[in-house]
């Protein structure tokens, strides 16, 4: 006697939106030999892993009998979209067979799923480049709606699209990354089947904001400070002008100006409405004007300007002696003839022109002025002054005046030479020139060729004084000053002049605290009395022993090395002897 079970496994259908098939799964048990009506059978088949219970209400000899037949809806891989059915059933016969049992399966047909979207490019400059973005769907039949997001904003790229479509993205997007370069978005393939949504896919989109989107500079000025030069001289003055310079800026797409600053004429100054120092150089100088938004990108401007040379006015050289009236010299002359030579910047030949003489007796308080008559920016003349006393030395003042400033430059006419001058009370001598101080002797003349400086401080001399100012400013000649040194008296000829020691060790403050280094070579002494305290100690055996040695040497080879201890005080300590502050100068020339 035979009995076995037959399976039939049929894909009847599919559903492309509901990813699923309809699968007819049909078992027989088929006997030979014995009848078994009036007795029911059961057993189990497991479809697709969920167990269902049966039962068989007897068979016939040598009869084939359909045991299950019912349809079973079977979902497919959300992915792929494809499944392999599998069924396995058993049945308890009640026959010798006992329980016996059958399996199979079916590969369902794979179900077109989500397109898989692609990009051509993942980097994207917004407005200058076109991204085509492919669907990779898996039906001919299958339409999309492409969709990007990017920061806070969404919109629909294209509709209908099958294989592929393109996208520019708008430079309004910018707006979404105020304070980057560059930033990440998605594009979104929702894929149909006709009408039906099958699924959605999102893929990442990088957008970037091209170099030329930068924060700009709306208005931009400069103007002078300084009250008055601009209607003056229409222009900036070198070393009198100061400019003001203003600019206005906004960020792009979203940016804002992070940072601002102004450099003029080579100085920088941060904001947006700033004001110059003196401006030192004359001719062409930039302003240059700058901003930076939140995406780092930064834009500048700049502006030249013309800047008028100036110096002050120069009063170059006054020159003065006694004459007659036609302006031949005379030393015992009562006339004066003045040369001078003087300077004055043009400033766009706009600057003011004033040139002045001033005399006086030295005597006197007043000065008589005389103005000359002069429009040129350099004069080179000389004027005779009359009503000269041969008697009297004279104060003779240059003065070169323009819109700024005056500068003047002075000399002083001697009296009308005489070879020797009594002053009238008898007490004041003179030679060379008229006496005019009671108590004194005045001399006019070079003595031997040689000026009294030279007799007094020759070329080499020092000259000492508690006092700063320079013995040029009282005697004349070049003098250099001594600093930071000592004298030193040298017997040696040839060294004299020369410096030595170290330039680097001097005592500021009066004071120096002493390094070991420079502590004089010393011995500390152990007396008698010590001595025979330490043999004691050594023969008690509290002081050991040298390895081969008596215990007695140790004392004598003792340095302190283990009982360390000191002697002096730390603190600094002067070692100048008794001192006074003097300037020294030594003349040169």
């Known amino acids: 006697m035979a009995s076995y079970l037959t399976l039939t496994l049929t894909e009847k259908s599919f559903s492309i939106p509901n990813n699923n098939s309809v699968v007819n799964v049909k078992m027989t ?107 990779n769907r898996k039906s001919t039949s299958f339409t999309h709606t492409i969709t990007y997001s990017f920061g806070g904003a969404t919109g629909t790229i294209a509709t209908g699209v099958g294989v ?35 699924g959605t896919k999102p893929i990442s989109i990088f957008l970037s904001v091209p170099s030329d989107i930068l924060p700009s500079i709306d208005s931009l000025s400069n103007e002078e400070v300084i009250a008055g030069l601009l209607d003056k001289f229409g222009g900036y003055v070198k070393g009198k002008s100061k400019i003001n ?25 941060s904001g947006i409405n700033v004001t110059s120092g003196i401006l030192q150089n004359g001719g062409t100088v930039s302003i240059i004007y700058s901003v930076t938004d939140t995406r780092n990108r930064t834009v500048t401007s700049t502006v030249d300007v013309i800047v008028f040379e100036y110096s002050n006015p120069v009063p170059a050289s006054i020159n003065a ?33 004033s040139y002045k003489v001033k005399y006086k007796k030295t005597s006197e308080d007043t000065y008589t002025e005389v103005a000359l008559a002069s429009t040129a920016y350099t004069l080179s003349t ?37 070879l020797i001058d009594y002053i009238a009370d008898g007490t004041g001598i003179a030679f060379g020139k008229v006496a005019e101080k009671s108590n004194c002797l005045e001399i006019e003349l070079e003595v031997c060729g040689k000026g009294i400086l030279d007799y007094v401080y020759p070329i080499g001399s020092l000259y000492f004084s508690v006092n700063s100012t320079s013995p040029a400013t009282l005697f004349g000649g070049t003098w250099v000053r001594l600093n ?27 004071s120096h605290v002493l390094s070991l280094a420079e502590m004089p070579y010393h011995r500390h002494y152990v007396n008698t009395y010590a001595r025979n305290w330490l043999v004691q100690a050594v023969s008690s055996g509290n002081v050991g022993a040298n390895s081969g040695g008596s215990k007695e040497a140790n004392y004598s080879n003792y340095q302190g090395s283990n009982y360390s201890h000191n002697h002096g005080s730390t603190a600094s300590s002067a070692h100048y002897p008794p001192s006074t502050r003097v300037a020294i100068w030594k003349r040169t020339a």
Not at 245 to 269: E, H
Not at 488 to 508: C, K, R, V
């Open 29 to 135: 048990w088929t006997v030979s030999g014995s009848t078994h009506t009036g007795y029911t059978k059961s057993g189990t088949i497991t479809i697709d892993g969920t167990a269902h219970s049966y039962s068989v209400a007897g068979i016939d000899y040598n009869e084939t009998k359909v045991v299950y037949n019912a349809d079973h809806t079977i979902a497919h891989d959300e992915t792929t979209g494809a499944k392999t059915l599998a069924v396995s059933a058993n049945l308890v016969t009640g026959l010798y067979e006992g329980t016996i049992s059958t399996s199979g399966s079916i590969k369902l047909t794979t179900i077109p799923r989500i397109s898989e979207p692609t990009l051509n490019d993942s980097t994207v400059w917004l407005r200058d480049q076109t991204v085509t973005i492919y669907t």
């Open 164 to 198: 592929s479509t393109t996208w520019t993205p708008p430079i309004s997007l910018a707006s979404q990354i105020p304070n980057a370069t560059s930033g990440s978005g998605t594009i979104t393939c929702k894929t149909y089947d006709g009408g039906t949504l099958i």
């Open 382 to 418: 000389s004027i005779i002054l009359s009503s000269i006393s041969d008697n009297d030395r004279y104060d003779i003042i240059l003065e070169v005046q323009d819109y700024f400033v005056a500068a003047i430059n002075s000399v002083v006419l001697p009296t009308a030479f005489t």
């Open 321 to 353: 002696y006694r004459c007659n009236a036609d302006g031949s010299i005379n030393a015992e002359g009562t006339y004066a003839k003045v040369v001078i030579q003087a300077s004055i910047s043009p400033v766009d030949d706009k600057n003011d022109i």
């Open 484 to 510: 930071n040194t000592y004298l030193y008296g040298d017997d040696t000829d040839e060294a004299l002049g020369g410096t030595f020691g170290s330039t680097t060790h001097t005592h500021t403050t009066g």
């Open 245 to 269: 310079a203003i600019m206005s800026a906004s960020g792009i797409y979203g940016s804002t100006i992070k940072s601002s600053s102004i450099k003029i004429a080579g100085t920088s100054y």
